[in-house]
Every structure is written in C-alpha cells, then in structure tokens.
C-alpha cells in the first residue's frame, strides 16, 4: 500500500495566485479529510468528506478557500487567491473507520 | 471547534523514565480517544486509541481514559531518546462525530 499521497510537497507562490494542493487516499478508505498545521494554531480540521460528500466544511477559513472530492481516488484543495498568512503545512488523511486515520507526507505551502 | 487542551511543554525527562502526558477535551460527546506521535518536519503517526474508561496498554504505551472528568492521558513507560516528539490527543468529534480534533500537542525531549 502506497499510503496517502500528497502532491506537491512543497509549494512557494506569490500572493495573489492560486494554489491547488492534491491528494490521493488509500483505496477502500472512505473518508477524506484535510488539515492545515501551523505553530500558532496547532492541526486544524478544514473539511471532511465522506464517500465523496463533504460533511463538514465548517473549518475552511474563507471563501478564497475551497475543496473537492470528484471520486473516491482523488481529492484538491484550492486557494484562489493566496495570502501570506495561507503558510502552512496542509495535510490530507484518510480513514475507513473510527479507528484512526492515516496522514499523508503533507504539503508546505509559502506564499511570499 | 470543540476544544482539546494540551500542557505544550517541553516535558523533559531522563532516559528510562515514565513520562506522563495529558489532556483534557471540552465535548462531552466524544466517545473515542487517539494518540498520534509527531517527529519534527513529519505527518503525524497514530500510536492508540481508546474507547472505555479505564487503562488500555499497548507495549510501552498506557492510554487512561476518564470520561466523567473529561481526561485522558498517555504514559510511555521505559522512555527512549526516540521518543522524543510532539504527542497529539485528538477525541473524535465533529459535525457528524467522525472527525479527529487535535490538540496542539506536547512535545516531549528524552534525554540519555
């Protein structure tokens, strides 16, 4: 099993541009979510799918924000447009229960 | 977000010793429990989870679990200098109840 797959995994861009973070679950995995990690603010929740659906979006910051999930072997998160205070290590995770979940090598995103 | 709070630390302790890690949660509806390890400049790594009230042991890692008083801890035994990291409690919780809330974690330094 490859794992979750992120790509890229690292990303600099200038404010203004747009981003888009991809991720490819573990096949079978159901559930998708995606993190963003930063020192001040810890491993937030942004969004959840589950079989392709969003359940909670509720932790996406703005609207310049936005995610997708068009089958279940692929996943992007988009930032249009970018900011510099967007920094940040954006993870993806998949689960097929409650029994945890597997994280991806994660993205680190810099806008300058 | 419901919250999760963490002691952030560090917490140092010598080779050989128990270290204690704990955490308290805000969602009296979570029901289940996890333990994830982060080395630095890596995804997080899930250790063990738990669902019942009381103490479940897991090689050198003990999870206690007291949900009337909203805590759980985890207790690595016989601490290696590898275990030095960033430890991350996260209840299951979330719009529908499947979705990890992560604390911000204590980072924890084993020195030999």
């Known amino acids: 099993d490859a794992g979750v797959i992120q790509s890229p995994r690292h990303e600099v861009t200038e404010m203004g541009q747009e981003v888009t973070l991809r991720c490819k679950p573990i096949s079978g995995h159901n559930s998708l979510f995606w993190y963003r990690q930063t020192m001040m603010r810890g491993l937030e929740l942004l969004i959840y799918f589950n079989n392709n659906v969003p359940i909670d979006d509720s932790g996406m910051p703005e609207d310049r924000f936005s995610a997708k999930m068009p089958n279940a072997s692929f996943s992007t998160l988009k930032i249009q447009p970018s900011e510099p205070r967007d920094s940040a290590v954006y993870f993806c995770?998949?689960?097929?229960?409650?029994?945890?979940?597997?994280f991806g090598s994660g993205t680190r995103l810099t806008v300058v | 977000q419901k919250e999760v709070e963490q002691n952030s630390g560090p917490l140092s302790v010598p080779e050989g010793a128990i270290a204690s890690l704990n955490c308290t949660y805000s969602d009296r509806g979570s029901q289940s429990f996890f333990w994830y390890r982060q080395y630095s400049g890596k995804s997080p790594e899930l250790i063990m989870f738990?669902?019942?009230?009381g103490d479940k042991e897991d090689g050198r890692f003990t999870a206690q679990l007291n949900k009337a008083s909203q805590y759980v801890s985890l207790l690595i035994r016989d601490s290696q200098p590898s275990d030095s990291a960033t430890y991350l409690c996260?209840?299951?919780?979330?719009?529908?109840?499947?979705?990890?809330?992560f604390g911000k974690g204590t980072t924890l330094s084993v020195s030999s």
């Open positions: 995770a998949s689960s097929s229960d409650r029994a945890g979940y597997t």
């Open positions: 738990i669902y019942s009230n």
């Open positions: 996260a209840p299951l919780g979330g719009k529908a109840g499947t979705a990890l809330i």
